[in-house]
Nanobody, 124 residues
Framework: QVQLVESGGGLVQAGGSLRLSCAAS????????MGWFRQGPGKEREFVAA????????YYVDSVKGRFTISRDNAKNTVYLQMNSLKPEDTAVYYC?????????????????WGQGTQVTVSS
């Protein structure tokens, strides 16, 4: 069974940085798509970033382009989300997600496996 475990969340001031990690286990992920989503207070969960584990095109929501970077360490089976220039509106629970086939997708329904989430709070 696929397991995704996020870590790295916390409280940071506006303009600061955090790096989220998602440790994946239970399968060979070479064909998987890995994504990050977030759910802010009173909001629906939204797409943040995604890429194929094997590399290729990377997708970001417009609001994080130029500030967030998705990357992976194949040897550690870990996906990262580097978040710079954080804003209060980035405050949310961040989720790692995995899709076993296909292309990076914006719709959360395309992802079969989810982590438990990690809280990111950005103070003004």
């Amino acid at each position: 069974q696929v397991q995704l475990v996020e870590s790295g969340g916390g409280l940071v001031q506006a303009g600061g940085s955090l790096r989220l990690s998602c440790a994946a286990s239970g399968r060979t992920f070479s064909r998987y798509v890995m994504g990050w989503f977030r759910q802010g207070p009173g909001k629906e969960r939204e797409f943040v970033a995604a890429e194929r584990w094997s590399g290729g095109s990377i997708y970001y929501v417009d609001s994080v382009k130029g500030r967030f970077t998705i990357s992976r360490d194949n040897a550690k089976n870990t996906v990262y989300l580097q978040m710079n220039s954080l804003k209060p509106e980035d405050t949310a629970v961040y989720y790692c997600a995995a899709r076993s086939s296909g292309r990076p997708a914006y719709n959360e329904q395309n992802y079969e496996f989810w982590g438990q989430g990690t809280q990111v709070t950005v103070s003004s």
